[in-house]
T-cell receptor, first 114, second 114 residues
Framework: DGGITQSPKYLFRKEGQNVTLSCEQN?????MYWYRQDPGQGLRLIYY???????QKGDIAEGYSVSREKKESFPLTVTSAQKNPTAFYLC?????????????FGSGTRLTVV | KQEVTQIPAALSVPEGENLVLNCSFT??????LQWFRQDPGKGLTSLLL?????REQTSGRLNASLDKSSGRSTLYIAASQPGDSATYLC?????????????FGKGTHLIIQP
């Protein structure tokens, strides 16, 4: 079955550490996205990529970095510069077909700073 | 900048009732509007996607409508069941420039009482 796989499901980070969240899709989608979800707030866009080797900042990119070396993979690194990283992180993908911009989401990674 | 609002923020109803969840958006320049369901600690599951040229979409007991001119969408759930308890999110796919991605509302937390 096609879908999006995020790993790990839970991640703990010490102060000053960089951590990387994995996102893999086998839907053959061109575009991939990272969102952050905090209690009481809507999902906020961190980074997105519409094609391999290209990505753009979203609304809250500071303290995060991404890469898109393969169509299937869009890892997110939470750097030590991100002062409040504890949150639920969701990866998504979509086609670039204007007739169908439906999004598919992964099951999320919950990051906690310890 | 697109803003999406969902009302009510929370709703608790007895099993068997029909109910309506509301979503409004400020910028009518959208490709589509998508409704998602999120269970606690989980990712998002797509329920219905309405293209900008469409008025409504139906799937089983769910019916979503779209009125672009007034900036509104509704999700109608018929004969509600306890298994429908979840948070429901609406999201607009913007076509008016700016960052790619969906703009989300904060969601309606729905509880169906057995």
């Amino acid at each position: 079955d096609g879908g999006i796989t995020q790993s790990p499901k839970y991640l703990f980070r010490k102060e000053g550490q960089n951590v990387t969240l994995s996102c893999e899709q086998n839907l053959n989608h061109d575009a991939m996205y990272w969102y952050r979800q905090d209690p009481g707030q809507g999902l906020r866009l961190i980074y997105y990529s519409q094609i391999v080797n290209d990505f753009q900042k979203g609304d809250i990119a500071e303290g995060y970095s991404v890469s898109r070396e393969k169509k299937e993979s869009f890892p997110l690194t939470v750097t030590s510069a991100q002062k409040n990283p504890t949150a639920f992180y969701l990866c998504a993908s979509s086609t670039q077909d204007r007739g169908n911009y439906g999004y598919t989401f992964g099951s999320g990674t919950r990051l906690t700073v310890v | 900048k697109q803003e999406v609002t969902q009302i009510p923020a929370a709703l608790s109803v007895p099993e068997g009732e029909n109910l309506v969840l509301n979503c409004s958006f400020t910028d009518s320049a959208i490709y589509n509007l998508q409704w998602f369901r999120q269970d606690p600690g989980k990712g998002l599951t797509s329920l219905l996607l309405i293209q900008s040229s469409q008025r409504e979409q139906t799937s089983g007991r769910l019916n979503a409508s779209l009125d672009k001119s007034s900036g509104r969408s509704t999700l109608y759930i018929a004969a509600s069941q306890p298994g429908d308890s979840a948070t429901y999110l609406c999201a607009a796919k913007n076509s008016g420039g700016g960052a790619d991605g969906l703009t989300f509302g904060k969601g309606t937390h729905l509880i169906i009482q057995p």
